[in-house]
């Protein structure tokens, strides 16, 4: 990119025909340091973001569950009261803690044993 500075500061015609100036390149590349500082803080908030969002949705799903098993467990009144609440609930929590921990190893592969 220097080359090609110093080339368009001695051709009229280069830098006529190339639609820019010798200035512009050390300009833009200035601008390409400055934004590639912005761009990895913006990729480091990304990550933290998204671990953010995955704890919370994990916690919220976590006490679902607790308040499910909570509320399955009520009687009287209050139980009654709860029910269609609950039966909304069971359909969109996991079946079992056993199929869901499977589906979560299925894609990992077994570690080679050494002898």
């Known amino acids: ?20 100036t010798p200035e512009e390149l050390p300009q833009n590349l200035e601008r390409e340091t400055e934004l590639r500082t912005l761009a990895e803080q913006a990729n480091a908030l990304n990550a933290l973001l998204q671990f953010n969002t995955a704890y919370h ?17 009520l009687g009287g ?3 009654r009261a709860i029910t269609p609440h609950l039966k909304i ?3 969109s929590l ?22």
């Open 1 to 20: 990119m220097h080359s090609t500075a110093t080339g368009l500061e001695t051709s009229a015609l280069w830098q006529e025909s190339a639609d820019a």
């Open 94 to 115: 996991p079946k079992t803690r056993h199929k869901t921990t499977k589906a979560l190893l299925s894609g990992l592969e077994a570690p080679a044993q050494t002898k």
């Open 57 to 73: 949705h994990f916690v919220a799903v976590n006490t679902a569950g607790v308040a499910y098993g909570v509320g399955a467990r």
């Open 77 to 79: 009144k209050e139980g």
């Open 89 to 91: 609930a069971k359909e």
